[in-house]
């Protein structure tokens, strides 16, 4: 069931709110946004008299006791330095908590330019669902692979719009290029004939006209957000895996990972 009632601690606004197109207009673009979703007002107005952080805390007592809550829809972003290789660490799930969906995509490429491959990771409420690898390319690129994770999750976000347009749903990249492409540059360059000026030709053209024609069809209705690169986040480091999975086993279709979602297992795996 969709949450109806938001707090924003932090944003260009803060309150409680009734409405999801809220929440992204007032937090939007801020890394710092601290905001969460409830299932009544009263629980909503408690919590914006006390602060994020003990919320947070709230809501993690109550899942490891095994209660039924809502999920927090934001949590602040730690920084740390991570190595490559994250299986033997506890990995964060979500930096900024979960909307009702998380998208994570990844790009992976050896060398660059070179073979390359794309990989997805879709949260459910907090819990890891779904994984999908694919969009092998030979003569691939970082950006490519990473703008190619950006379509791919727009088009997923669409399935989950179809079937309920209440949720809250969040795409999360760690490419800034890709991000920028669709949501800061394109619309410039559209209006410029699709260059970038005085005839500069804007690289991988095919591919940003294709997410941003999708991206324009739904824009108020997700959010995308960068999370750092190999630090530690769960969706993350899952998406980055099965990018290396689609590279090693040059698979050309973006397919679903028929697996066990192990996640101990995935994360030992090799990354990009």
């Known amino acids: 069931m969709s ?3 938001y707090v924003i601690w932090k944003g260009a606004k803060t309150g409680v709110f009734t409405t999801w197109p809220e929440v992204q207009q007032h937090t939007a673009g801020r890394s710092d946004a601290q905001y969460m979703g409830f299932e009544s007002k009263s629980a909503a107005e408690q919590a914006f008299a006390s602060t ?4 947070l805390m709230q809501r993690s007592l109550s899942k490891n006791s095994g209660a039924s809550a809502a999920s927090p829809s934001s949590r602040k972003t730690t920084s740390k330095t991570a190595s490559k290789s994250t299986g033997a660490k506890t990995a964060t799930i979500s930096p900024n908590g979960p909307s009702d969906i998380e998208i994570y995509c990844d790009g992976a490429c050896s060398p660059n330019p070179g073979k390359s491959g794309t990989g ?3 949260y459910e409420l907090g819990k890891v669902t779904s994984l999908y690898y694919g969009l092998y390319q030979p003569n691939g690129t970082n950006n490519t692979a990473e703008l190619n ?3 791919s999750s727009f088009q997923i976000a669409q399935h989950f ?3 309920d347009k209440e949720q ?3 795409i999360l990249s760690d490419s800034k290029y890709s991000i920028d492409c669709i949501t800061k540059w394109a619309k410039g360059w559209q209006a410029k004939g699709w260059t970038r000026g005085k005839g500069e030709e804007v690289k991988n053209l095919a591919l940003v006209q294709q997410c941003y024609a999708l991206y324009k069809t739904m824009h108020t209705k997700i959010t995308i ?3 750092k690169a190999h630090a530690n986040i769960e969706g993350n480091e899952l998406a980055d895996r099965m990018a290396v999975l689609a590279r090693k086993k040059h698979q050309e279709a973006m397919i679903r990972y028929s697996e066990e979602i192990n996640i101990k297992a995935l994360l030992a795996l090799e990354s990009g």
Do not use: N, Q
């Open 3 to 5: 949450k109806k009632f």
């Open 52 to 55: 994020y952080t003990k919320a």
């Open 120 to 122: 997805l990771a879709v």
């Open 149 to 151: 994770g950006l379509l």
């Open 161 to 163: 719009i179809d079937k």
């Open 168 to 170: 809250s749903i969040c």
């Open 225 to 227: 957000r960068h999370v």
